[in-house]
């Protein structure tokens, strides 16, 4: 999403002070839409990015397990999307040679930020992914350490179970 913004903001800015170090106007826009039309366009996709960026049910991958049609359905989109734009990138490239990134190269680069984006929203919860993990061959992740190195143990025992305690000291306690 703040990569899109920074496109967004960046066709602006060349729309009104043209910076020398970015591309011409020409290089960020296909001209399907005029900008009048495509900054308002681009700009409510900022909002209904930010939405669904916002959205906990998509963050933790439940949309994708309460919907999984939907879900399967905008990866589907999503690869179309990505695979369009290629193969619009490969007719650029043929058809403009070594300039193609003047001609078209940074809409599809960020149409292809959109493509993940949408590809990320419809993923699934990482508890599906879960299940089809591998076991542990010897089943010994929920034992009890027998040798503990130097006799050292944090003074908590479980350290993350009181956040990641960013600027305090961990302390150290004998095991002995």
Do not use: C, K
Not at 22 to 28: F, G, H
Not at 41 to 66: H, P, Y
Not at 99 to 110: E, K, L, N, Q, T
């Amino acid at each position: 999403m703040a990569l899109f913004g920074a496109r967004v903001i960046g066709q602006f800015e060349v729309l009104v002070a043209a910076p020398g170090w970015l591309p011409d106007m020409d290089a960020w826009y296909s001209g399907l839409l005029p900008y009048y039309l495509l900054l308002p366009v681009q700009i409510a996709l900022l909002m209904v990015m930010a939405v669904v960026a916002w959205s906990r049910r998509v963050r933790t991958g439940r949309f994708a397990l309460a919907n999984p049609r939907i879900a399967r359905a905008l990866r589907g989109l999503a690869l179309l999307y990505f695979l369009a734009m290629a193969l619009r990138l490969g007719i650029n490239l043929t058809d403009n040679g070594v300039d193609f990134w003047r001609a078209g190269a940074i809409p599809v680069a960020f149409h292809w930020v959109l493509a993940r984006f949408m590809l990320v929203s419809a993923r699934p919860a990482e508890s599906v992914l879960v299940l089809v993990r591998i076991p542990a061959e010897d089943q010994h992740q929920d034992d009890e350490a027998d040798d503990v190195p130097h006799g050292d143990v944090p003074a908590l025992t479980q350290p993350l179970a009181y956040g990641l305690g960013f600027g305090e000291q961990v302390r150290y306690r004998d095991a002995g």
